[in-house]
Protein backbone atom coordinates (compact mmCIF):
# COMPACT_ATOMS: atom_id res chain seq x y z
CA UNK A 1 0.00 0.00 0.00
CA UNK A 2 3.22 2.47 0.91
CA UNK A 3 4.51 1.58 -1.89
CA UNK A 4 1.06 2.06 -4.25
CA UNK A 5 0.68 5.84 -2.33
CA UNK A 6 4.50 6.45 -3.67
CA UNK A 7 3.99 5.17 -7.11
CA UNK A 8 0.68 7.40 -7.68
CA UNK A 9 2.26 10.45 -9.91
CA UNK A 10 2.23 13.76 -8.62
CA UNK A 11 2.14 17.17 -9.28
CA UNK A 12 5.07 18.74 -9.47
CA UNK A 13 7.72 22.04 -10.85
CA UNK A 14 9.97 21.63 -13.27
CA UNK A 15 13.07 23.69 -13.49
CA UNK A 16 13.92 21.99 -17.28
CA UNK A 17 10.54 23.21 -18.23
CA UNK A 18 11.32 27.61 -16.85
CA UNK A 19 12.01 29.87 -19.48
CA UNK A 20 15.62 30.61 -19.51
CA UNK A 21 17.49 28.02 -16.80
CA UNK A 22 15.42 24.92 -18.64
CA UNK A 23 16.81 25.61 -22.39
CA UNK A 24 20.41 26.43 -20.21
CA UNK A 25 20.78 22.95 -18.74
CA UNK A 26 19.29 20.94 -21.62
CA UNK A 27 22.13 22.56 -23.70
CA UNK A 28 24.41 19.77 -24.07
CA UNK A 29 27.80 21.79 -22.55
CA UNK A 30 25.49 22.99 -20.05
CA UNK A 31 27.46 21.05 -17.38
CA UNK A 32 30.97 21.84 -19.00
CA UNK A 33 29.96 25.72 -18.50
CA UNK A 34 29.52 25.44 -14.80
CA UNK A 35 32.45 23.04 -14.43
CA UNK A 36 34.74 25.40 -16.02
CA UNK A 37 34.54 28.61 -13.87
CA UNK A 38 34.51 26.12 -10.82
CA UNK A 39 38.12 24.81 -12.56
CA UNK A 40 39.31 28.20 -12.61
CA UNK A 41 38.76 28.90 -9.15
CA UNK A 42 40.44 25.26 -8.39
CA UNK A 43 43.58 26.02 -10.12
CA UNK A 44 43.75 29.40 -8.39
CA UNK A 45 43.55 27.74 -4.69
CA UNK A 46 45.80 25.15 -6.06
CA UNK A 47 48.08 28.09 -6.99
CA UNK A 48 47.82 29.89 -4.17
CA UNK A 49 47.76 27.60 -1.74
CA UNK A 50 51.32 26.35 -2.74
CA UNK A 51 52.89 29.33 -3.64
CA UNK A 52 50.86 32.41 -1.45
CA UNK A 53 50.92 33.43 1.90
CA UNK A 54 50.51 30.50 4.70
CA UNK A 55 48.08 32.93 6.59
CA UNK A 56 45.21 30.90 6.00
CA UNK A 57 42.60 33.78 6.02
CA UNK A 58 44.97 35.83 3.45
CA UNK A 59 45.27 33.03 1.00
CA UNK A 60 42.64 31.48 -1.61
CA UNK A 61 43.01 28.13 -0.27
CA UNK A 62 42.24 29.39 3.33
CA UNK A 63 38.60 30.54 2.47
CA UNK A 64 37.53 29.73 -0.77
CA UNK A 65 37.58 25.56 0.06
CA UNK A 66 36.51 26.37 3.70
CA UNK A 67 34.38 29.32 4.19
CA UNK A 68 32.38 30.39 0.88
CA UNK A 69 33.13 26.71 -0.61
CA UNK A 70 31.10 24.50 1.85
CA UNK A 71 28.61 27.31 3.12
CA UNK A 72 27.59 27.89 -0.52
CA UNK A 73 27.03 23.88 -0.73
CA UNK A 74 24.95 23.28 2.30
CA UNK A 75 22.75 26.22 0.64
CA UNK A 76 22.12 24.86 -2.34
CA UNK A 77 21.31 21.37 -1.13
CA UNK A 78 18.59 23.38 1.10
CA UNK A 79 17.33 25.34 -1.70
CA UNK A 80 17.68 23.32 -5.09
CA UNK A 81 19.64 20.34 -4.90
CA UNK A 82 23.08 18.63 -5.51
CA UNK A 83 24.15 21.45 -7.27
CA UNK A 84 28.11 21.02 -6.02
CA UNK A 85 28.52 18.12 -8.45
CA UNK A 86 26.64 19.23 -11.18
CA UNK A 87 29.47 21.66 -11.30
CA UNK A 88 32.28 19.74 -9.91
CA UNK A 89 35.21 20.06 -11.56
CA UNK A 90 37.30 16.92 -10.65
CA UNK A 91 34.12 15.19 -13.24
CA UNK A 92 35.66 17.51 -15.99
CA UNK A 93 38.85 15.36 -16.71
CA UNK A 94 36.70 12.22 -17.49
CA UNK A 95 37.09 12.21 -20.82
CA UNK A 96 40.62 12.67 -21.20
CA UNK A 97 40.83 10.15 -18.54
CA UNK A 98 39.33 7.42 -20.43
CA UNK A 99 41.21 8.14 -23.50
CA UNK A 100 44.32 7.58 -21.78
CA UNK A 101 43.05 4.78 -19.23
CA UNK A 102 40.84 3.05 -21.11
CA UNK A 103 38.19 3.27 -18.71
CA UNK A 104 36.66 -0.36 -19.33
CA UNK A 105 37.28 -2.23 -16.15
CA UNK A 106 35.04 -2.80 -13.85
CA UNK A 107 35.22 -1.45 -10.61
CA UNK A 108 35.88 -4.40 -7.90
CA UNK A 109 32.64 -6.25 -6.73
CA UNK A 110 33.26 -6.36 -3.30
CA UNK A 111 34.10 -2.50 -2.92
CA UNK A 112 31.10 -1.39 -4.56
CA UNK A 113 28.95 -0.85 -1.23
CA UNK A 114 29.26 2.34 0.79
CA UNK A 115 31.83 0.69 3.11
CA UNK A 116 34.77 1.91 1.58
CA UNK A 117 33.66 6.13 1.67
CA UNK A 118 31.58 5.88 4.69
CA UNK A 119 35.30 4.69 6.18
CA UNK A 120 36.85 7.17 4.12
CA UNK A 121 34.68 10.14 5.54
CA UNK A 122 35.77 8.67 8.40
CA UNK A 123 39.54 8.71 8.21
CA UNK A 124 38.97 12.42 6.27
CA UNK A 125 36.40 13.69 9.31
CA UNK A 126 39.66 12.22 11.64
CA UNK A 127 42.28 13.85 9.61
CA UNK A 128 40.59 17.28 9.94
CA UNK A 129 40.64 17.83 13.55
CA UNK A 130 44.36 16.38 13.55
CA UNK A 131 45.72 18.34 11.10
CA UNK A 132 44.06 21.62 10.26
CA UNK A 133 43.79 21.62 6.85
CA UNK A 134 41.54 24.80 6.87
CA UNK A 135 44.62 26.76 8.45
CA UNK A 136 47.45 25.76 6.03
CA UNK A 137 46.83 26.61 2.62
CA UNK A 138 49.26 24.26 1.27
CA UNK A 139 47.65 21.37 2.97
CA UNK A 140 43.83 22.26 1.10
CA UNK A 141 45.88 22.66 -2.27
CA UNK A 142 48.02 18.79 -1.59
CA UNK A 143 44.36 18.25 -1.01
CA UNK A 144 42.41 19.42 -3.91
CA UNK A 145 45.60 18.06 -5.82
CA UNK A 146 45.32 14.59 -5.01
CA UNK A 147 41.07 15.12 -5.33
CA UNK A 148 41.97 15.54 -8.70
CA UNK A 149 44.34 13.06 -9.59
CA UNK A 150 41.98 10.65 -8.03
CA UNK A 151 39.14 11.62 -10.00
CA UNK A 152 41.32 11.56 -13.15
CA UNK A 153 42.78 7.68 -12.72
CA UNK A 154 39.42 6.62 -11.40
CA UNK A 155 37.00 7.86 -13.44
CA UNK A 156 40.02 7.14 -16.59
CA UNK A 157 40.67 3.38 -15.86
CA UNK A 158 37.36 2.37 -14.72
CA UNK A 159 33.71 1.99 -16.57
CA UNK A 160 31.19 4.65 -16.04
CA UNK A 161 32.00 7.30 -13.20
CA UNK A 162 32.99 5.02 -10.35
CA UNK A 163 35.13 7.80 -8.46
CA UNK A 164 31.90 9.80 -7.68
CA UNK A 165 30.12 6.13 -7.59
CA UNK A 166 31.97 4.43 -5.21
CA UNK A 167 34.93 6.72 -3.42
CA UNK A 168 34.57 10.20 -3.40
CA UNK A 169 33.83 11.76 0.01
CA UNK A 170 32.71 15.35 -0.68
CA UNK A 171 29.59 13.49 -3.20
CA UNK A 172 28.78 11.19 -0.85
CA UNK A 173 28.00 13.86 1.46
CA UNK A 174 26.02 15.61 -1.17
CA UNK A 175 24.40 12.57 -2.04
CA UNK A 176 23.65 11.75 1.50
CA UNK A 177 22.31 15.51 2.68
CA UNK A 178 20.12 16.08 -0.92
CA UNK A 179 17.85 13.27 0.48
CA UNK A 180 16.65 16.26 2.50
CA UNK A 181 16.44 18.73 -0.57
CA UNK A 182 13.29 20.20 -2.33
CA UNK A 183 14.07 18.75 -6.01
CA UNK A 184 15.21 15.52 -7.77
CA UNK A 185 15.93 14.44 -10.93
CA UNK A 186 12.40 12.42 -11.79
CA UNK A 187 10.65 11.20 -14.55
CA UNK A 188 7.28 13.08 -15.48
CA UNK A 189 5.09 9.74 -17.19
CA UNK A 190 6.09 5.85 -16.20
CA UNK A 191 4.16 4.88 -19.12
CA UNK A 192 6.37 6.82 -21.27
CA UNK A 193 9.12 5.02 -19.79
CA UNK A 194 7.08 1.54 -20.12
CA UNK A 195 6.96 1.65 -23.94
CA UNK A 196 10.05 3.59 -24.85
CA UNK A 197 12.39 0.92 -26.76
CA UNK A 198 15.45 2.72 -26.76
CA UNK A 199 16.32 3.80 -22.73
CA UNK A 200 18.33 6.56 -23.92
CA UNK A 201 18.63 8.25 -20.41
CA UNK A 202 20.90 4.98 -19.27
CA UNK A 203 22.72 4.02 -22.82
CA UNK A 204 23.05 7.74 -24.37
CA UNK A 205 22.06 9.08 -27.50
CA UNK A 206 24.04 10.20 -30.22
CA UNK A 207 27.28 11.08 -28.73
CA UNK A 208 25.26 12.45 -25.61
CA UNK A 209 25.95 10.40 -22.50
CA UNK A 210 23.48 8.62 -20.34
CA UNK A 211 23.43 8.17 -16.71
CA UNK A 212 27.02 6.61 -15.48
CA UNK A 213 26.04 6.52 -12.07
CA UNK A 214 23.98 3.45 -13.64
CA UNK A 215 20.69 5.08 -12.21
CA UNK A 216 17.86 4.08 -14.93
CA UNK A 217 15.13 6.80 -15.01
CA UNK A 218 12.03 4.30 -15.25
CA UNK A 219 13.37 2.89 -11.53
CA UNK A 220 15.00 5.92 -10.61
CA UNK A 221 13.41 6.74 -7.11
CA UNK A 222 15.13 9.48 -5.41
CA UNK A 223 18.57 11.59 -4.99
CA UNK A 224 20.82 9.24 -3.77
CA UNK A 225 24.20 8.23 -6.15
CA UNK A 226 22.71 11.34 -8.26
CA UNK A 227 24.91 13.92 -9.29
CA UNK A 228 22.58 16.24 -11.23
CA UNK A 229 24.48 15.95 -14.00
CA UNK A 230 21.31 15.92 -16.21
CA UNK A 231 22.70 13.57 -19.13
CA UNK A 232 19.81 11.28 -18.67
CA UNK A 233 17.20 14.33 -19.42
CA UNK A 234 19.60 15.24 -22.38
CA UNK A 235 19.54 11.78 -23.82
CA UNK A 236 15.63 11.27 -23.48
CA UNK A 237 14.30 11.14 -26.67
CA UNK A 238 11.03 11.87 -24.94
CA UNK A 239 11.76 14.88 -22.87
CA UNK A 240 10.42 12.69 -20.09
CA UNK A 241 12.63 13.51 -17.44
CA UNK A 242 12.88 16.56 -15.58
CA UNK A 243 14.56 18.59 -12.38
CA UNK A 244 11.05 18.15 -10.44
CA UNK A 245 10.39 19.51 -6.82
CA UNK A 246 9.36 17.50 -4.34
CA UNK A 247 8.45 17.43 -0.30
CA UNK A 248 11.82 17.51 1.14
CA UNK A 249 13.29 14.19 2.35
CA UNK A 250 9.81 12.57 1.30
CA UNK A 251 12.12 9.88 -0.53
CA UNK A 252 13.09 8.33 3.15
CA UNK A 253 9.66 6.88 3.54
CA UNK A 254 9.78 5.89 -0.25
CA UNK A 255 10.07 2.07 0.01
CA UNK A 256 10.48 0.97 -3.50
CA UNK A 257 13.10 -0.28 -5.10
CA UNK A 258 15.81 1.89 -7.01
CA UNK A 259 17.87 1.93 -9.70
CA UNK A 260 21.76 1.22 -8.75
CA UNK A 261 20.64 0.75 -5.44
CA UNK A 262 17.97 -1.40 -4.25
CA UNK A 263 15.49 -1.52 -1.94
CA UNK A 264 17.00 1.46 1.47
CA UNK A 265 16.43 -1.34 3.90
CA UNK A 266 18.24 -3.84 2.09
CA UNK A 267 21.34 -1.32 2.32
CA UNK A 268 23.71 -1.58 5.83
CA UNK A 269 26.18 0.08 4.21
CA UNK A 270 23.66 3.10 3.61
CA UNK A 271 23.01 3.46 6.92
CA UNK A 272 26.22 3.18 7.79
CA UNK A 273 27.46 6.12 5.62
CA UNK A 274 23.94 8.14 7.09
CA UNK A 275 25.15 7.39 10.30
CA UNK A 276 28.52 8.77 9.71
CA UNK A 277 27.44 11.73 8.37
CA UNK A 278 24.72 12.47 10.55
CA UNK A 279 27.51 11.12 14.18
CA UNK A 280 30.13 13.35 12.42
CA UNK A 281 28.04 16.58 11.88
CA UNK A 282 27.93 16.63 15.62
CA UNK A 283 31.34 15.81 16.31
CA UNK A 284 32.58 18.08 13.70
CA UNK A 285 30.84 20.92 15.34
CA UNK A 286 31.82 20.15 18.85
CA UNK A 287 35.61 20.24 17.37
CA UNK A 288 35.06 23.99 16.79
CA UNK A 289 33.87 24.79 20.34
CA UNK A 290 35.95 25.99 23.38
CA UNK A 291 34.59 23.39 25.64
CA UNK A 292 35.42 20.69 23.37
CA UNK A 293 39.61 21.75 24.51
CA UNK A 294 39.40 20.92 28.38
CA UNK A 295 37.25 17.85 27.35
CA UNK A 296 40.23 16.36 25.07
CA UNK A 297 42.73 17.57 27.82
CA UNK A 298 40.74 15.51 30.24
CA UNK A 299 40.41 12.45 27.84
CA UNK A 300 44.43 12.72 27.28
CA UNK A 301 44.99 12.71 31.19
CA UNK A 302 42.40 10.00 31.40
CA UNK A 303 44.47 7.95 29.26
CA UNK A 304 47.77 9.07 30.10
CA UNK A 305 49.05 10.23 26.63
CA UNK A 306 50.36 13.29 24.91
CA UNK A 307 49.12 12.44 21.76
CA UNK A 308 46.89 14.50 19.88
CA UNK A 309 46.35 11.70 17.16
CA UNK A 310 45.62 8.82 20.14
CA UNK A 311 43.18 10.88 22.16
CA UNK A 312 41.44 12.22 18.82
CA UNK A 313 41.40 8.56 17.53
CA UNK A 314 39.65 6.98 20.65
CA UNK A 315 37.13 10.29 20.33
CA UNK A 316 36.02 9.76 16.52
CA UNK A 317 36.51 5.91 17.43
CA UNK A 318 33.54 6.25 20.08
CA UNK A 319 31.53 9.22 18.92
CA UNK A 320 31.50 8.36 15.28
CA UNK A 321 31.55 4.21 15.78
CA UNK A 322 30.28 2.91 19.40
CA UNK A 323 27.73 5.69 20.25
CA UNK A 324 26.06 5.14 16.82
CA UNK A 325 25.79 1.69 17.20
CA UNK A 326 24.61 2.02 20.95
CA UNK A 327 22.47 4.40 20.49
CA UNK A 328 20.48 3.23 17.02
CA UNK A 329 20.77 -0.38 18.25
CA UNK A 330 19.11 0.11 21.85
CA UNK A 331 16.49 1.93 20.29
CA UNK A 332 15.77 -0.09 17.44
CA UNK A 333 15.28 -2.70 19.89
CA UNK A 334 12.84 -0.61 22.21
CA UNK A 335 10.74 0.23 19.51
CA UNK A 336 10.39 -3.23 18.62
CA UNK A 337 9.76 -4.26 21.81
CA UNK A 338 7.16 -1.40 21.93
CA UNK A 339 5.58 -2.42 18.91
CA UNK A 340 5.40 -6.38 19.98
CA UNK A 341 6.33 -6.56 16.42
CA UNK A 342 9.23 -9.62 15.23
CA UNK A 343 10.86 -7.09 12.53
CA UNK A 344 14.77 -8.21 12.71
CA UNK A 345 16.73 -5.20 14.47
CA UNK A 346 18.63 -4.63 11.89
CA UNK A 347 15.60 -3.84 9.40
CA UNK A 348 14.41 -1.75 11.72
CA UNK A 349 17.86 0.30 12.92
CA UNK A 350 18.05 0.70 8.73
CA UNK A 351 14.99 2.55 8.61
CA UNK A 352 15.72 4.95 11.16
CA UNK A 353 19.11 5.15 10.48
CA UNK A 354 18.16 6.67 7.35
CA UNK A 355 15.28 8.96 9.16
CA UNK A 356 18.26 11.02 11.08
CA UNK A 357 19.25 12.19 7.80
CA UNK A 358 17.41 15.48 8.31
CA UNK A 359 18.89 16.13 11.86
CA UNK A 360 22.56 15.73 10.57
CA UNK A 361 21.88 17.91 7.81
CA UNK A 362 20.62 20.41 10.12
CA UNK A 363 23.80 20.65 11.76
CA UNK A 364 25.94 21.11 8.81
CA UNK A 365 23.71 23.52 7.38
CA UNK A 366 23.79 25.31 10.92
CA UNK A 367 27.84 24.85 11.15
CA UNK A 368 28.86 26.09 7.83
CA UNK A 369 26.18 28.49 7.44
CA UNK A 370 27.76 30.29 10.49
CA UNK A 371 31.20 30.12 8.94
CA UNK A 372 29.79 31.47 5.44
CA UNK A 373 27.36 34.63 6.94
CA UNK A 374 30.68 35.48 9.05
CA UNK A 375 32.70 35.07 6.46
CA UNK A 376 31.55 35.25 2.84
CA UNK A 377 32.93 38.60 2.06
CA UNK A 378 36.57 37.79 3.00
CA UNK A 379 37.11 36.19 -0.79
CA UNK A 380 37.14 40.18 -1.74
CA UNK A 381 39.72 41.48 -0.05
CA UNK A 382 41.75 37.76 -0.36
CA UNK A 383 41.25 38.01 -4.35
CA UNK A 384 42.41 41.67 -4.22
CA UNK A 385 45.37 39.93 -1.96
CA UNK A 386 45.76 37.69 -4.68
CA UNK A 387 45.55 39.78 -7.34
CA UNK A 388 48.28 42.33 -6.29
CA UNK A 389 50.74 39.39 -5.42
CA UNK A 390 51.02 38.19 -8.79
CA UNK A 391 51.48 41.62 -10.01
CA UNK A 392 47.84 42.30 -11.57
CA UNK A 393 46.47 44.98 -9.05
CA UNK A 394 43.47 45.84 -10.83
CA UNK A 395 40.90 45.30 -8.10
CA UNK A 396 42.91 47.79 -5.99
CA UNK A 397 44.52 47.24 -2.43
CA UNK A 398 43.23 44.94 -0.29
CA UNK A 399 40.16 46.21 2.32
CA UNK A 400 40.33 43.52 5.41
CA UNK A 401 36.86 45.13 6.59
CA UNK A 402 35.21 42.98 4.33
CA UNK A 403 33.85 39.86 6.13
CA UNK A 404 30.25 39.16 7.97
CA UNK A 405 27.11 38.98 5.76
CA UNK A 406 24.54 39.39 8.47
CA UNK A 407 24.80 41.41 11.96
CA UNK A 408 26.29 39.20 14.50
CA UNK A 409 22.96 39.37 16.36
CA UNK A 410 21.20 37.24 13.45
CA UNK A 411 23.75 33.99 13.51
CA UNK A 412 22.34 32.27 16.58
CA UNK A 413 18.86 32.42 15.37
CA UNK A 414 19.11 31.79 12.25
CA UNK A 415 21.41 28.08 13.20
CA UNK A 416 19.00 27.58 15.67
CA UNK A 417 15.97 27.95 12.83
CA UNK A 418 18.02 24.86 10.59
CA UNK A 419 18.57 23.16 13.33
CA UNK A 420 14.93 23.23 14.24
CA UNK A 421 13.81 22.17 10.72
CA UNK A 422 16.14 19.39 10.22
CA UNK A 423 15.10 18.45 13.68
CA UNK A 424 11.41 18.46 12.72
CA UNK A 425 11.90 16.63 9.29
CA UNK A 426 13.89 13.83 11.10
CA UNK A 427 10.74 13.03 13.47
CA UNK A 428 8.33 13.01 10.70
CA UNK A 429 10.65 10.14 9.03
CA UNK A 430 11.51 8.59 11.55
CA UNK A 431 7.35 8.34 12.69
CA UNK A 432 6.79 7.19 8.50
CA UNK A 433 9.64 4.58 9.14
CA UNK A 434 7.90 3.12 12.25
CA UNK A 435 4.97 2.36 9.63
CA UNK A 436 7.19 1.12 6.68
CA UNK A 437 8.53 -1.58 8.68
CA UNK A 438 4.98 -2.35 10.83
CA UNK A 439 3.26 -2.96 7.26
CA UNK A 440 0.71 -5.48 6.91
CA UNK A 441 0.63 -5.34 11.32
CA UNK A 442 -2.26 -2.89 12.57
CA UNK A 443 0.93 -1.00 13.46
CA UNK A 444 1.72 1.07 17.51
CA UNK A 445 2.61 4.62 17.27
CA UNK A 446 4.22 3.67 20.70
CA UNK A 447 7.21 2.57 18.34
CA UNK A 448 7.98 5.92 17.48
CA UNK A 449 9.39 6.94 21.04
CA UNK A 450 12.63 6.07 20.80
CA UNK A 451 13.25 7.36 18.19
CA UNK A 452 11.83 10.39 18.88
CA UNK A 453 14.13 10.73 22.12
CA UNK A 454 17.30 10.11 19.90
CA UNK A 455 16.28 13.18 17.25
CA UNK A 456 15.57 15.18 20.26
CA UNK A 457 18.42 14.77 22.79
CA UNK A 458 20.93 15.11 19.59
CA UNK A 459 18.80 18.59 18.72
CA UNK A 460 19.31 19.87 22.35
CA UNK A 461 23.12 18.73 22.06
CA UNK A 462 22.89 20.78 18.48
CA UNK A 463 21.07 23.72 20.67
CA UNK A 464 24.13 23.69 23.09
CA UNK A 465 26.67 23.59 20.69
CA UNK A 466 25.06 26.51 18.86
CA UNK A 467 25.34 28.55 22.13
CA UNK A 468 29.29 27.88 22.66
CA UNK A 469 31.95 30.33 21.34
CA UNK A 470 33.05 29.13 17.55
CA UNK A 471 36.22 29.45 16.24
CA UNK A 472 36.08 32.26 13.49
CA UNK A 473 37.61 30.42 10.44
CA UNK A 474 39.04 32.76 7.69
CA UNK A 475 38.18 35.82 8.94
CA UNK A 476 41.29 38.26 10.06
CA UNK A 477 40.95 39.24 13.93
S1 LIG B 1 13.51 8.36 -19.36
FE1 LIG B 1 13.29 8.59 -21.55
S2 LIG B 1 14.85 7.27 -22.45
FE2 LIG B 1 14.59 6.65 -20.32
S3 LIG B 1 13.13 4.97 -20.41
FE3 LIG B 1 11.97 6.85 -20.01
S4 LIG B 1 11.35 7.61 -21.99
FE4 LIG B 1 12.96 6.07 -22.37
S1 LIG C 1 20.24 10.16 -12.98
FE1 LIG C 1 22.31 9.85 -13.71
S2 LIG C 1 22.43 11.01 -15.63
FE2 LIG C 1 20.60 11.70 -14.56
S3 LIG C 1 21.28 13.50 -13.41
FE3 LIG C 1 21.46 11.74 -12.02
S4 LIG C 1 23.58 11.03 -12.26
FE4 LIG C 1 23.13 12.37 -14.02
Same mark, same amino acid.
Given at each position: ?263 ? /? ?5 ? #? !?? &??? =???? %? $???? +? *? ?79 ? /? ?5 ? #? !?? &??? =???? %? $???? +? *? ?85
Amino acid at each position: MAEARAARPRRAFDLLRTPALGPFLHWRHARSALQLPMLMVAILVLYDGLFGPQLAPRNLAGVAPWVQGRGVAVLALLLAGNLTCMACPFALSRNAGKKLLGGRRNWPKRLQGKWLVAGLLLVFFWFYELFDPWALPWLTAVLAAGYFAGAFIVNGAFSGMSFCKYLCPLGHFNFVNSLASPVEVRIHHPEVCTVCATKDCLRGRGGQRGCELWLFQQRKVGNMDCTFCLDCARACPNDNVGLLSRLPGSELWDERPRAGIGRF /SDRVDLA #A !LA &LVL =VFGA %F $LNAF +G *MVGPFYPFAEGLARLLGTNSEGMVLTVIFGVGMLLMPVAVVGTAAWVSRALARSRQPILSVAIHHSLALVPLGFGMWLAHY /SFHFLTG #A !LT &LIP =VAQS %F $LVDI +G *MPFLGQPNWSFGPLVPGGWLVPIELVLLELGWLATLLASYRATTLWQIGTRGSKAAFLPWGLVATTLFLWGVWLMLQPMEMRGILG
